[in-house]
């Protein structure tokens, strides 16, 4: 083995390919069936894959078993003495499966849970596999394995009483997830609370619902999505405010909580899916990385709204967003791409710096964050051994470099082969800015929404780095990761848990209190106590979470310098050190990636705010912006104001004379045409004088008048279509609401036979009023609230008080 080799993976055993003329081995019955399998490409995911290591050192995936050859070369593995507690494991197994009560496999399929689903098993399997090859003690390696496989089995089980138990009670229903499953996965990472992983569950028409073990509810906390209408999360809660400056959103996703006694031991939420846009982002002679590749408007977009996420998670003290935890993707059945914490179990920490997030890199962290500036194609993601053909013989090695990957859900890439967001730094700055400044203007309302939203809520203490437990953990798994005493001291619950064969994982309430964790296998898991000895630095880190969950980190002050951690980690990729951008009111000065300075305007507070840094301090600079010019034609302004408006009074008197009479009186109808066809014509010509009458132009008044006439011109057709991306434009500038963005899209969306996507527009049924078809009916109040509308259902209760006696005297 070469030292190259050498360096990126070790060695454990060496397994003797058969020779043509070995007679195959008499096998257990179901071991013989998996060798079949094997031998027909089937389940060869149950096994390490076959690697090699590329020339830079990193492990490229080959292939898994499959075919003639592999399936002899397992059959003799299987059949030496070391392998026999796999082969045990494979018949208990297959009689375990069988024994599911058919009341927990309601809406699951038997097959499913059979070692026919590879998907499921592979992370047991491999890991068995691994302790059978490197051990030398046939006792302490059945004694392992079967451990494991109890713990396995066990977490099933558990599995699929909370999936019955919330679906008998319909709580999968609201959220459209009561389909049946097709399909069910395991994750791979390292096992918590008694062996159990997270479950990704297939569903019936596409969805994909994702399982997760474990009392840290971040996501719920934080990214929830209310299906009622009314923030119920962090995030929705801030999306729902009116902007400060800027109109950046913060993701949201649906999770749902556990029910019953261990309701606080597990929860659900969707998976969130691949790119709409997805595309070859970069090459080499490792092969090609495939991953989010947006056109240059929707990249603009999508890192404003992800520098609002940076600012809002280093409000909060989010951490661990490495790669894995953080996805570029979509919801289902939705185009649009965001970012989302998808594992977002620890916040309310005390961090400093925006790089202990997780989200950038800093000085002397590892380069997989949770946004990467580079395609690169190595990831810390994969399992940890693998299987290198080497002469006449196959090594069984545990991987210490990273994998090659083919395929990435955190590099974002654009149309023109910008990788990250060094060529979108003012968008992404700009976010960073809107997002800190509306949590600043707030900060009182959204501290009493966390007191009351976090009661119920956990979030995971880290008394050490995973890495500071895997080498125990691998010593009590395999007993050859490390030689000799451990050099990590370890207390009386730590090592409890390495014992049983999980990474220590505890967690505590989010509101504070005593740190806890989980003691299976009773039923249902019960807490317990930590013996967590009390320490300065804990006190102060739990006065620091009391600050946090109190909002007092949002102070104007308070984001510079994960500023500067955002310029210097995409510092080296920028092309020019001076930017200035008027629309997006931002102007960015760098002399190097430690001293800088970026200015944003806050026109509506009529300040602009400079933030400027050097190695070891930052300022803070207030100007004050200057008063607007003299508009130079005042007199047109005014009259456009005044004609708006006195249209505005017109057409409001001509429909409700029209609605009196029951839509039926043909003389409030003809008058109404007559001046909608005249002021179609005016408005045409103001818009080729002006541009979109915005605020700045006519004032707040006579702009929404303008915004409402548009949508009355039913005449005028190419009109209002050639008017929505110019309205469209002026709303992203802060000159129109978006939610007449919103009422114009409909209109024509309807005038066209289609499904209006915000649920504006209503029509006549007997003595009530129905929307007209809604696209996507199910998450129309989450669009709506997006731009600024109430939910669909408390307006339309608004409509219908408001026209409910006209309509029952005319039926």
């Given at each position: 083995m070469s030292e190259n080799v050498r360096h990126a993976v070790l060695a454990l055993r060496t397994l003797r390919q058969p020779s043509r003329t070995d007679a195959a081995p008499a096998l257990p019955r179901v071991a013989a069936q998996v060798v079949a399998a094997i031998e027909d490409c089937k389940r060869g995911e149950l096994f390490p894959p076959f690697a090699r290591v590329h020339r830079t050192g990193v492990v490229l995936h080959s292939r898994f078993l499959a075919g003639k050859l592999d399936a002899a070369f397992l059959a003799h593995t299987l059949a030496q003495p070391r392998f026999k507690p796999l082969s045990d494991l494979f018949e208990w197994l297959s009689s375990w499966s069988r024994a599911i009560p058919a009341r927990l496999r309601n809406g699951v399929p038997a097959s499913l849970l059979g070692l026919g689903n590879d998907k499921l098993f592979r992370p047991l399997t491999v890991e068995v596999f691994l302790t059978c090859a490197a051990m030398d003690a046939p006792a302490q390696a059945r004694q392992i394995v079967a451990r494991r496989g109890e713990q396995f089995a066990r977490s099933v089980e558990i599995f699929l009483e909370r999936y019955q138990r919330d679906r008998k009670r319909n709580r999968f229903v609201e959220y459209g997830w009561c389909q049946p499953v097709v399909g069910l996965a395991s994750a791979g990472e390292e096992t918590?609370?008694?062996?159990?992983?997270?479950?990704?569950?297939?569903?019936?028409?596409?969805?994909?619902?994702?399982?997760?073990?474990?009392?840290?509810?971040?996501?719920?906390?934080?990214?929830?999505?209310?299906?009622?209408?009314?923030?119920?999360?962090?995030?929705?809660?801030?999306?729902?405010?009116?902007?400060?400056?800027?109109?950046?959103?913060?993701?949201?996703?649906?999770?749902?909580?556990?029910?019953?006694?261990?309701?606080?031991?597990?929860?659900?939420?969707?998976?969130?899916?691949?790119?709409?846009?997805?595309?070859?982002?970069?090459?080499?002679?490792?092969g090609d990385l495939k991953g989010t590749r947006l056109p240059r408007n929707h990249a603009a977009a999508f890192w404003r709204d992800a520098g609002a996420l940076s600012a809002t998670c280093?409000?909060?003290?989010?951490?661990?967003?490495?790669?894995?935890?953080?996805?570029?993707?979509?919801?289902?059945?939705?185009?649009?791409?965001?970012?989302?914490?998808?594992?977002?179990?620890?916040?309310?920490?005390?961090?400093?710096?925006?790089?202990?997030?997780?989200?950038?890199?800093?000085?002397?962290?590892?380069?997989?964050?949770?946004?990467?500036?580079?395609?690169?194609?190595?990831?810390?993601?994969?399992?940890?051994?693998?299987?290198?053909?080497?002469?006449?013989?196959?090594?069984?090695?545990?991987?210490?470099?990273?994998?090659?990957?083919?395929?990435?859900?955190?590099?974002v890439g654009d149309s023109q082969g910008h990788s990250g967001y060094a060529a979108y730094l003012g968008h992404y700055l700009r976010g960073m800015f809107d997002a800190w400044t509306l949590g600043c203007r707030q900060r009182r309302g959204l501290a009493k929404f966390i007191k009351r939203a976090s009661r119920s809520s956990y979030r995971r203490v880290c008394l050490k780095p995973t890495g500071r437990y895997l080498p125990e953990l691998e010593r009590n798994l395999q007993g050859i990761a490390t030689k000799g005493a451990s050099v990590i001291p370890f207390n009386n619950d730590e090592r409890t848990q390495l014992e049983r064969l999980d990474v220590p994982y505890f967690y505590c309430r989010a509101s504070g209190g005593s740190v806890l964790y989980l003691s299976p296998p009773s039923k249902p898991l019960r807490p317990r106590r930590a013996s967590i000895a009390s320490s300065p630095e804990r006190e102060a880190a739990a006065r620091n979470a009391q600050a946090i969950r109190a909002c007092s980190r949002f102070e104007l002050a308070g984001i510079g310098w994960a500023l500067r951690d955002a310029v210097a980690h995409v510092f080296d990729q920028l092309e020019t050190l001076t930017f200035l951008d008027a629309q997006l009111g931002i102007r960015i000065d760098l002399d190097s990636s430690s001293r800088g300075q970026v200015s944003f305007e806050w026109r509506e507070a009529m300040h602009q705010v400079t933030y400027r840094w050097t190695a070891r301090r930052q300022y803070l600079m207030l100007e004050r912006l200057p008063a607007p010019k003299a508009d130079p034609t005042p007199r047109a302004n005014s009259d456009l104001r005044r004609r708006l408006l006195r249209l505005q009074r017109l057409d409001s008197s001509l429909r409700d004379s029209w609605a009196r009479g029951g839509f039926s009186d043909d003389p409030p109808k003809a008058q109404l045409e007559e001046l909608m066809s005249a002021a179609a014509s005016w408005l045409a010509g103001v818009v080729r004088k002006y541009?979109?009458?915005?605020?700045?132009?006519?004032g707040a008044a006579a702009c929404s008048a303008a915004c409402r006439l548009i949508q009355h011109l039913n005449g005028a057709r190419a009109?209002?279509?050639?008017?929505?991306?110019?309205?469209?434009?002026?709303?992203?500038?802060?000159?129109?609401?978006?939610?007449?963005?919103?009422?114009?899209?409909?209109?024509?969306?309807?005038?066209?036979?289609?499904?209006?996507?915000?649920?504006?527009?209503?029509?006549?049924?007997?003595?009530?009023?129905?929307?007209?078809?809604?696209?996507?009916?199910?998450?129309?109040?989450?669009?709506?609230?997006?731009?600024?509308?109430?939910?669909?259902?408390?307006?339309?209760?608004?409509?219908?008080?408001?026209?409910?006696?006209?309509?029952?005297?005319?039926?």
């Open positions: 918590h609370n008694g062996g159990q992983r997270v479950l990704c569950l297939h569903l019936r028409g596409g969805r994909r619902l994702a399982y997760k073990p474990r009392p840290a509810n971040g996501e719920q906390l934080f990214l929830s999505e209310d299906v009622r209408g009314r923030p119920t999360s962090i995030f929705g809660f801030l999306n729902a405010q009116a902007d400060a400056v800027g109109a950046a959103r913060l993701p949201l996703m649906r999770t749902l909580g556990g029910s019953g006694r261990d309701r606080y031991a597990y929860g659900w939420q969707e998976w969130i899916e691949r790119s709409s846009h997805w595309g070859k982002l970069a090459s080499s002679t490792v280093f409000g909060f003290g989010v951490t661990d967003l490495y790669e894995g935890n953080l996805i570029a993707g979509r919801r289902h059945g939705e185009r649009l791409t965001r970012a989302y914490p998808v594992d977002l179990e620890m916040y309310f920490n005390p961090v400093q710096r925006l790089y202990e997030t997780g989200l950038v890199a800093g000085p002397h962290g590892h380069h997989h964050v949770g946004f990467e500036n580079q395609a690169r194609l190595c990831s810390l993601l994969g399992t940890r051994v693998c299987l290198i053909e080497e002469g006449d013989g196959v090594q069984v090695c545990l991987v210490r470099q990273p994998w090659a990957r083919s395929q990435t859900f955190n590099v541009g979109w009458p915005g605020r700045s132009l006519v009109l209002q279509r050639s008017c929505l991306p110019l309205l469209r434009r002026a709303a992203q500038q802060g000159e129109v609401p978006w939610r007449f963005v919103a009422g114009l899209t409909d209109t024509i969306r309807v005038q066209d036979g289609k499904p209006q996507l915000y649920g504006t527009k209503f029509r006549r049924n007997g003595a009530m009023l129905e929307p007209f078809p809604i696209e996507r009916p199910e998450s129309v109040d989450r669009r709506r609230r997006e731009v600024g509308l109430e939910s669909l259902k408390r307006y339309a209760h608004r409509l219908h008080r408001l026209y409910a006696g006209t309509l029952r005297q005319t039926a």
